[in-house]
Every structure is written in structure tokens, then in C-alpha cells.
């Protein structure tokens, strides 16, 4: 079964993925990053919106001993400024929201692509 993690922010997306990779190193790890949720639960970003559905179902799809990370990215105000560290940061440089990409790998779905049903099961049955 695929292990899920959520985390909300910067600091705690470092922190877990920090973790993951200390870990036995051998882990396939999926992160997906999305608009932040209100009280009820709901993202400013229409487009995670659409694609949570899709991925949560994809996941079954998923190696079992792999980990997925549901990342909060924070206020729409926050993933807007260009300075924003998910923007910035090498290993992320996300440029759209919803992202969903294969840890230190260059696989990844973002915007639109990540609700395309067939493309996120590739994205999480594909070994390589």
C-alpha cells in the first residue's frame, strides 16, 4: 500500500522530504502540490479541485512501497509571489498548480494535465 503523507508549507515539505530521502533511499516518492483550503475544505485553485479526484483514484495504480506527498502550498497570495520557495527551489521550480511529478526526476504532470485520467496512472505505474 502506498504510504500518504500531508504537509502544509515550505517547512514541512522540506522537512518530510528530508526524511524520505534519509530514509533507505530506495523509496519511489510521487509529490503533488496544490492551492491551500479553507475552512471547508475547499482550494482557491479550480484546477487542484478538478485534479484531486482523478489522482486520489490513480493512486491505487502506485507501487506499494512507494510514498505520496499531498503538499498545501499555502494562500494563492503566498504561490503568487515570484519569490515563493516552491517557485524558486531547484528540486520543485513549479510554475503551475496542481504539479504532480516523480521526486528527483524530471516526470511531471502540471496545470490541466494532472486531471487526464490516463496520464496520472502512467505517472504512477511507470517504473522508469
Not at 502544509?8 to 491551500?36: A, C, I, P, Q, R
Request: with cysteine; proline share 5%; hydrophobic share 35%.
Amino acid at each position: 500500500m502506498v504510504v500518504t503523507h500531508n504537509v502544509k508549507g515550505w517547512d514541512e515539505f522540506s522537512k518530510k522530504m528530508e526524511e524520505l530521502e534519509t530514509g533507505d533511499g530506495n523509496n519511489l516518492v510521487h509529490v503533488l502540490f496544490s492551492g491551500g483550503k479553507d475552512e471547508n475544505g475547499q482550494s482557491w485553485c479550480p484546477y487542484c479541485v478538478k485534479a484531486e479526484p482523478v489522482i486520489n483514484d490513480a493512486l491505487k495504480k502506485a507501487a506499494d512501497n512507494s510514498h505520496f506527498v499531498h503538499v498545501d502550498v499555502g494562500e494563492r497570495s503566498y504561490w503568487k509571489d515570484l519569490n515563493c520557495p516552491f517557485r524558486k527551489d531547484p528540486n520543485t521550480h513549479l510554475i503551475f498548480l496542481p504539479t504532480l511529478l516523480r521526486w528527483k526526476s524530471p516526470q511531471r504532470l502540471d496545470g490541466e494535465r494532472c486531471s487526464n485520467k490516463d496520464l496520472v496512472e502512467m505517472m504512477f505505474e511507470d517504473e522508469d
